[in-house]
């Protein structure tokens, strides 16, 4: 029986890969992703997060019989989701190393689908298993709040144009 994975919403056959294999090196090695990073391999840092189904997981630690018949997205798949996380991530030169920062980009992506105006506390709480060795979590945070204040005031100016 094929066993399949949606990855950025296409349909990848995986019934050729040990099932325990996780998802990390199969995204990596075997899709050439290789935005989702590997960081300690013990899902503690955040550097491999991806979504699945929508909620920040970590991938390095995911196995891809657990993975099977589920909607994942990797940094790659929110080109066209996250554009104003991305461009507010450059404006306020939030990477210093740049290595956790798909990471975090995939994570403050699932927080503002989910919610629009979140609060600092929030903010950190959502991001607390992204580690960066840098320190730029205010960097992040800050970066975070912008792209949110923008999104809302994107939404308001198309309702006020209708």
């Known amino acids: 029986m094929a066993k399949n994975l949606m990855i950025n919403g296409e349909s990848i056959d995986v019934s050729d ?23 300690c391999g013990k899902a503690l840092c955040g550097a491999c ?29 929110l080109v066209d989701v996250n554009q104003v996380i991305r461009e507010v991530w450059v404006e306020q030169n939030v990477a210093q190393c740049g290595y956790c920062q798909s990471g ?26 992204n580690l960066c060795r840098c320190g730029t979590y205010s960097r992040i945070k800050a970066a975070i709040q912008t792209a949110a204040q923008r999104i809302q005031q994107s939404a308001t100016e198309e309702l006020e144009g209708e």
């Open 17 to 39: 890969q040990p099932e325990q294999m996780p998802l990390l090196w199969f995204i990596r090695d075997h899709l050439h992703l290789t935005g989702t990073k590997y960081g």
């Open 49 to 77: 997060t991806v979504l699945v189904e929508g909620t920040p997981t970590r991938s390095c630690q995911l196995p891809l019989s657990v993975a099977e018949g589920r909607d994942i997205t990797t940094i790659e798949g």
């Open 104 to 129: 975090q980009i995939v994570a403050a992506t699932a927080l503002l689908q989910s919610n629009p105006n979140p609060s600092e506390q929030e903010i950190e709480s959502a991001l607390v298993g």
